[in-house]
Protein backbone atom coordinates (compact mmCIF):
# COMPACT_ATOMS: atom_id res chain seq x y z
CA UNK A 1 0.00 0.00 0.00
CA UNK A 2 0.76 3.97 -0.09
CA UNK A 3 3.75 4.63 2.33
CA UNK A 4 4.08 8.55 3.35
CA UNK A 5 7.68 8.77 4.76
CA UNK A 6 8.73 12.36 6.65
CA UNK A 7 12.19 12.84 7.38
CA UNK A 8 13.77 14.26 9.37
CA UNK A 9 11.77 12.53 12.37
CA UNK A 10 13.58 14.85 14.88
CA UNK A 11 14.53 18.65 14.30
CA UNK A 12 16.04 20.58 17.44
CA UNK A 13 16.77 24.40 16.33
CA UNK A 14 17.81 27.31 18.27
CA UNK A 15 15.35 30.34 17.89
CA UNK A 16 15.32 32.38 14.54
CA UNK A 17 17.38 29.53 12.91
CA UNK A 18 15.28 27.42 10.13
CA UNK A 19 13.61 24.48 9.77
CA UNK A 20 12.62 22.39 6.65
CA UNK A 21 10.46 18.87 6.95
CA UNK A 22 10.39 16.62 3.64
CA UNK A 23 7.60 14.60 2.95
CA UNK A 24 7.82 11.57 0.58
CA UNK A 25 5.00 9.47 -1.00
CA UNK A 26 5.33 5.92 -2.80
CA UNK A 27 2.36 6.78 -5.12
CA UNK A 28 1.18 9.98 -6.98
CA UNK A 29 -0.53 12.17 -4.68
CA UNK A 30 -4.03 14.31 -5.99
CA UNK A 31 -2.89 16.56 -2.76
CA UNK A 32 -0.67 16.77 -0.05
CA UNK A 33 -2.08 18.56 3.30
CA UNK A 34 0.21 19.87 6.36
CA UNK A 35 -1.35 19.53 9.27
CA UNK A 36 0.56 20.50 12.95
CA UNK A 37 0.22 19.55 16.11
CA UNK A 38 0.79 21.60 19.32
CA UNK A 39 2.41 18.95 22.21
CA UNK A 40 -0.38 17.81 23.88
CA UNK A 41 -3.00 19.26 21.19
CA UNK A 42 -4.30 17.39 18.21
CA UNK A 43 -3.57 18.21 14.73
CA UNK A 44 -4.56 21.49 12.96
CA UNK A 45 -4.86 21.85 9.43
CA UNK A 46 -1.77 24.04 7.72
CA UNK A 47 -2.57 23.75 4.00
CA UNK A 48 -3.25 21.95 1.11
CA UNK A 49 -1.20 21.96 -2.01
CA UNK A 50 -3.23 20.52 -5.28
CA UNK A 51 -0.80 21.66 -8.46
CA UNK A 52 2.21 19.92 -9.25
CA UNK A 53 5.27 22.60 -8.44
CA UNK A 54 2.90 24.74 -6.19
CA UNK A 55 4.24 27.25 -3.81
CA UNK A 56 2.20 28.81 -0.89
CA UNK A 57 3.47 30.94 1.42
CA UNK A 58 2.24 31.24 5.14
CA UNK A 59 3.88 34.33 6.80
CA UNK A 60 7.31 32.57 7.49
CA UNK A 61 6.15 28.91 6.27
CA UNK A 62 6.73 28.08 2.67
CA UNK A 63 5.22 25.08 1.41
CA UNK A 64 6.33 23.13 -1.97
CA UNK A 65 4.40 20.22 -3.67
CA UNK A 66 6.92 18.46 -6.06
CA UNK A 67 7.16 18.46 -9.99
CA UNK A 68 6.01 14.75 -10.04
CA UNK A 69 3.42 15.12 -6.88
CA UNK A 70 5.35 12.64 -5.00
CA UNK A 71 6.68 14.81 -2.30
CA UNK A 72 6.52 18.08 -0.53
CA UNK A 73 8.49 20.43 1.89
CA UNK A 74 7.84 22.72 4.55
CA UNK A 75 10.62 25.30 5.52
CA UNK A 76 10.23 27.71 8.22
CA UNK A 77 11.63 31.20 8.06
CA UNK A 78 13.53 32.34 11.35
CA UNK A 79 11.75 29.76 13.94
CA UNK A 80 10.28 31.17 16.65
CA UNK A 81 9.64 29.47 20.06
CA UNK A 82 5.54 29.15 19.16
CA UNK A 83 7.07 26.83 15.86
CA UNK A 84 7.01 24.33 18.45
CA UNK A 85 5.27 21.01 17.59
CA UNK A 86 4.91 18.16 15.11
CA UNK A 87 4.46 18.78 11.59
CA UNK A 88 2.47 16.03 9.45
CA UNK A 89 2.28 15.76 6.02
CA UNK A 90 -0.90 13.93 4.63
CA UNK A 91 -2.18 12.61 1.28
CA UNK A 92 -4.99 10.27 0.02
CA UNK A 93 -4.24 6.74 0.19
CA UNK A 94 -5.49 6.42 -3.47
CA UNK A 95 -4.33 8.44 -6.80
CA UNK A 96 -7.17 7.98 -8.29
CA UNK A 97 -11.00 7.29 -7.92
CA UNK A 98 -12.79 8.03 -4.60
CA UNK A 99 -10.94 8.11 -1.85
CA UNK A 100 -13.77 9.26 0.70
CA UNK A 101 -11.54 12.09 2.41
CA UNK A 102 -9.51 9.52 3.75
CA UNK A 103 -5.80 10.53 4.36
CA UNK A 104 -2.42 8.79 4.87
CA UNK A 105 -0.16 10.54 7.44
CA UNK A 106 3.42 10.29 7.41
CA UNK A 107 5.43 9.73 10.69
CA UNK A 108 6.11 13.24 11.43
CA UNK A 109 8.84 15.60 12.45
CA UNK A 110 8.95 16.62 16.15
CA UNK A 111 10.43 20.38 16.31
CA UNK A 112 12.35 21.75 19.36
CA UNK A 113 12.95 25.40 19.33
CA UNK A 114 15.83 26.29 22.00
CA UNK A 115 15.02 30.33 22.90
CA UNK B 1 -19.28 26.15 18.34
CA UNK B 2 -17.86 23.00 19.89
CA UNK B 3 -16.68 21.44 16.60
CA UNK B 4 -15.57 17.78 17.39
CA UNK B 5 -16.06 17.24 20.57
CA UNK B 6 -14.42 13.84 22.34
CA UNK B 7 -14.92 11.67 25.34
CA UNK B 8 -13.81 10.67 27.66
CA UNK B 9 -10.41 12.83 27.30
CA UNK B 10 -8.57 10.17 29.68
CA UNK B 11 -9.33 6.37 30.29
CA UNK B 12 -7.41 3.84 32.34
CA UNK B 13 -8.71 -0.13 31.39
CA UNK B 14 -7.87 -3.20 32.51
CA UNK B 15 -7.28 -6.11 29.74
CA UNK B 16 -10.37 -7.67 28.78
CA UNK B 17 -12.30 -4.75 29.62
CA UNK B 18 -14.40 -2.99 27.41
CA UNK B 19 -15.09 0.58 26.62
CA UNK B 20 -16.55 3.38 24.11
CA UNK B 21 -15.24 6.31 22.99
CA UNK B 22 -17.46 8.96 21.49
CA UNK B 23 -16.97 11.39 19.13
CA UNK B 24 -19.76 14.12 18.47
CA UNK B 25 -19.54 16.82 15.57
CA UNK B 26 -21.79 19.71 15.05
CA UNK B 27 -20.82 21.17 11.88
CA UNK B 28 -22.90 18.58 9.59
CA UNK B 29 -20.04 16.67 8.36
CA UNK B 30 -20.75 13.93 6.36
CA UNK B 31 -17.37 12.28 6.82
CA UNK B 32 -15.96 10.85 10.13
CA UNK B 33 -13.21 8.63 11.18
CA UNK B 34 -10.99 7.39 14.00
CA UNK B 35 -7.31 7.26 14.31
CA UNK B 36 -4.85 5.60 16.54
CA UNK B 37 -1.56 7.99 17.22
CA UNK B 38 1.75 5.93 18.62
CA UNK B 39 4.67 7.57 18.87
CA UNK B 40 6.99 7.66 15.80
CA UNK B 41 3.90 5.98 13.68
CA UNK B 42 1.77 9.01 12.92
CA UNK B 43 -2.17 8.98 12.77
CA UNK B 44 -3.23 5.34 10.93
CA UNK B 45 -6.69 5.52 10.55
CA UNK B 46 -8.74 2.85 12.39
CA UNK B 47 -12.56 3.32 10.58
CA UNK B 48 -13.94 5.84 8.95
CA UNK B 49 -18.00 6.75 7.99
CA UNK B 50 -18.89 8.35 4.65
CA UNK B 51 -22.87 9.07 6.07
CA UNK B 52 -25.03 8.01 8.86
CA UNK B 53 -25.67 4.44 9.40
CA UNK B 54 -22.15 3.47 7.18
CA UNK B 55 -19.25 2.45 8.23
CA UNK B 56 -15.70 0.74 6.62
CA UNK B 57 -12.51 -0.27 7.49
CA UNK B 58 -9.32 1.25 7.58
CA UNK B 59 -5.65 0.57 7.63
CA UNK B 60 -5.89 -0.81 11.63
CA UNK B 61 -9.30 -1.78 12.50
CA UNK B 62 -8.59 -5.54 14.28
CA UNK B 63 -9.85 -5.36 17.65
CA UNK B 64 -12.16 -1.96 17.24
CA UNK B 65 -15.71 -1.73 16.10
CA UNK B 66 -17.81 1.43 14.89
CA UNK B 67 -20.92 3.20 15.32
CA UNK B 68 -22.92 5.47 13.38
CA UNK B 69 -26.24 5.76 13.84
CA UNK B 70 -26.85 9.56 13.85
CA UNK B 71 -24.85 11.82 11.63
CA UNK B 72 -23.00 14.12 14.33
CA UNK B 73 -22.09 10.98 16.20
CA UNK B 74 -19.29 8.42 15.55
CA UNK B 75 -18.48 5.54 18.17
CA UNK B 76 -15.62 3.52 18.40
CA UNK B 77 -16.01 0.48 20.81
CA UNK B 78 -12.98 -1.91 22.24
CA UNK B 79 -15.09 -5.17 23.02
CA UNK B 80 -11.83 -6.87 24.53
CA UNK B 81 -9.11 -4.37 25.11
CA UNK B 82 -5.63 -5.12 25.08
CA UNK B 83 -1.90 -3.33 26.47
CA UNK B 84 -1.74 -3.11 22.22
CA UNK B 85 -4.25 -0.68 22.22
CA UNK B 86 -2.55 1.63 25.21
CA UNK B 87 -2.50 4.57 22.75
CA UNK B 88 -3.91 8.12 22.46
CA UNK B 89 -7.32 7.90 20.08
CA UNK B 90 -8.33 11.03 17.71
CA UNK B 91 -11.33 11.40 15.62
CA UNK B 92 -11.87 13.67 12.51
CA UNK B 93 -14.62 15.07 10.68
CA UNK B 94 -14.76 16.96 7.27
CA UNK B 95 -17.40 17.65 4.10
CA UNK B 96 -17.44 15.25 1.64
CA UNK B 97 -16.63 18.11 -1.07
CA UNK B 98 -13.28 18.11 -2.89
CA UNK B 99 -9.99 19.18 -0.98
CA UNK B 100 -11.60 19.94 2.19
CA UNK B 101 -9.41 19.74 5.42
CA UNK B 102 -9.90 17.29 8.50
CA UNK B 103 -11.20 18.81 11.98
CA UNK B 104 -9.96 16.82 14.54
CA UNK B 105 -11.10 16.32 18.05
CA UNK B 106 -8.93 16.64 21.51
CA UNK B 107 -8.31 13.17 21.67
CA UNK B 108 -9.36 10.65 24.55
CA UNK B 109 -5.42 9.13 25.76
CA UNK B 110 -6.76 5.64 26.80
CA UNK B 111 -4.00 3.21 28.75
CA UNK B 112 -4.88 -0.54 29.49
CA UNK B 113 -3.34 -2.46 31.91
Known amino acids: GQQVMQIPQYQHVQEGEDFTTYCNSSTTLSNIQWYKQRPGGHPVFLIQ?????EVKKQKRLTFQFGEAKKNSSLHITATQTTDVGTYFC???????????????FGQGTILTVHP | NAGVTQTPKFRVLKTGQSMTLLCAQD?????MYWYRQDPGMGLRLIHY???????AKGEVPDGYNVSRLKKQNFLLGLESAAPSQTSVYFC????????????FGDGTRLSIL
Open chain 2, 49 to 55: SVGEGTT
Open chain 2, 27 to 31: MNHEY
Open chain 1, 49 to 53: LVKSG
Open chain 1, 90 to 104: AGPPNAGGTSYGKLT
Open chain 2, 92 to 103: ASRLPHLNQPQH
